[in-house]
């Protein structure tokens, strides 16, 4: 739900997702040659799902969700269509673009101070949950956030 909206400079909105509410603000800054991107999402994440599955649960999500708003301005502001988006996240290239993406959060999570064993495991699981290849559950699912 839109809880502030400055257009265009920012607005800041609840998310609601399995049954768990985080809160995210976003702020768009004009910056020599474009425009700044900030994005802070906060979540009180359960800790069952932070073990099992690290930053990269959210992180990978709000990847593509990026990934979705490039080709959204690439393309002039034509709608992205759902349905070509979601057929590239299971193609080899979507599958890549979501595993380096993971990786990405991995290292993340590592130089944050989770121990490398720790944080492998949640990394692979999270692989798994959005790529398809093997068991990995739902990365959102209860908040993952």
């Known amino acids: 739900m839109i809880e502030r909206c400055d257009p265009p400079k920012s607005f800041s909105a609840t998310w609601e997702y399995g049954g768990e ?3 995210i603000e976003l702020h768009l800054t004009s910056e020599e040659g474009g425009t700044r991107f900030q994005l802070e999402h906060i ?6 799902k932070w073990a099992e599955f690290g930053p990269g649960a959210v992180g990978v999500g709000w990847d593509l969700m990026v990934r979705g708003l490039s ?4 393309s002039g502001g034509a709608a992205v269509d759902p349905k070509k988006f979601m057929a590239w996240t299971v193609s080899d290239e979507g599958r890549r673009f979501m595993t380096s993406s993971s990786e990405a959060w991995y290292a993340a999570n590592v130089a944050g101070g989770e121990d490398e064993k720790t944080a492998r495991e949640a990394a692979d699981r999270t692989t798994a949950a959005y790529t ?3 068991e990995g559950g739902d990365p959102g699912e209860g908040g993952a956030s």
């Open 21 to 23: 509410v985080s809160w």
């Open 43 to 48: 979540a009180h994440v359960d800790d069952t």
């Open 71 to 74: 080709l959204h301005l690439g």
């Open 132 to 134: 398809g290849a093997g």
